[in-house]
């Protein structure tokens, strides 16, 4: 039996901590391209979280306007795995 599942993976967003490693070892001195070769996040993250402390002077994560999500991540897994075993079962 062949059945294809496909998945759309969306990278999340840094934790607090990631974006203030980038902070700091921007303040260490060091570039973009080395920031983001060493803590191995996309080149355009590393600048948009520079750019967004220095404009902001902050690390925190703006909050979101708008209607919030009906599924969190937990009910987006057990729905995939109903899925599954609906296709398997067939």
Known sequence: MKFSL???IKMS???ESER???IGLYKGGDTI???F???KFARTTVARTIKNFLERDSV???L???RPKHLNADHKKKLL???IVNLLSK
Do not use: A, F, Y
């Open 6 to 8: 496909k998945l759309k």
């Open 13 to 15: 967003n840094l934790t």
């Open 20 to 22: 203030g490693q980038i």
């Open 33 to 35: 391209s080395s920031i």
């Open 37 to 39: 070769k060493m803590l």
């Open 60 to 62: 925190k994560e703006l």
């Open 64 to 66: 979101k306007s708008g």
């Open 81 to 83: 795995k109903r899925r």
